[in-house]
C-alpha cells in the first residue's frame, strides 16, 4: 500500500481522527482518479456508489443547471452514497486538474460492518454540509 495514499487520507477532514488501522484499511481499498475536465463523477438522481477525496484540481457541484459550490483539494463528495448508496443529491462535474481518490462503497461497505465507528467521521461531515446548506436558503 502507499504511503501517499494514507498520507492523503489522513489529511482529509472526516479521517484525521482515524486510527493507522482504519486509515490503513480504507487506503487498501482506495483507487487513484484522474479526471479530465468536464467529466461527471456523480450525476444527481443516479444511484451514488462512490466517494471522491480531492488532492488537487476542482469539481463543480450542481444541482439541476445550477453550481451550488466548487470543490478542491481537501474536499469530499459523495459521503453520503457511501454510506447510503442511494440516489446523488447533485451532480459532480471535474474540473481542470481534477486528482484525488475514490473510495468506493463495494470495498467501504464491509469496512463498517466491520467498525461502525466509522461512520461517526462521514456523519460529521454530511451535517456539516447540511448546516452550510440550511445557512445559505435562510
Known sequence: ??????????????????????IEAI?????????DEGRTLLTEGHVGHDMYVL???SAEVKIG???????GPGDVVGELGLVDGQRS??????GAGFEGWLVPRRGFAPLLDDDP???RPLLDAVIAKLRATDERLH
Open 117 to 119: 465507528a466509522l461512520a
Open 65 to 71: 443547471d445550477e453550481v451550488i459550490a466548487t470543490v
Open 55 to 57: 488532492t488537487a484540481g
Open 27 to 35: 487506503a487498501a481499498i482506495t483507487e487513484w482518479v484522474d479526471a
Open 89 to 94: 443529491s447533485a451532480t459532480v462535474i471535474a
Open 1 to 22: 500500500m502507499s504511503d501517499q495514499k494514507a498520507e492523503d487520507l489522513k489529511k482529509i477532514g472526516i479521517f484525521e481522527n482515524c486510527s493507522k488501522g482504519e
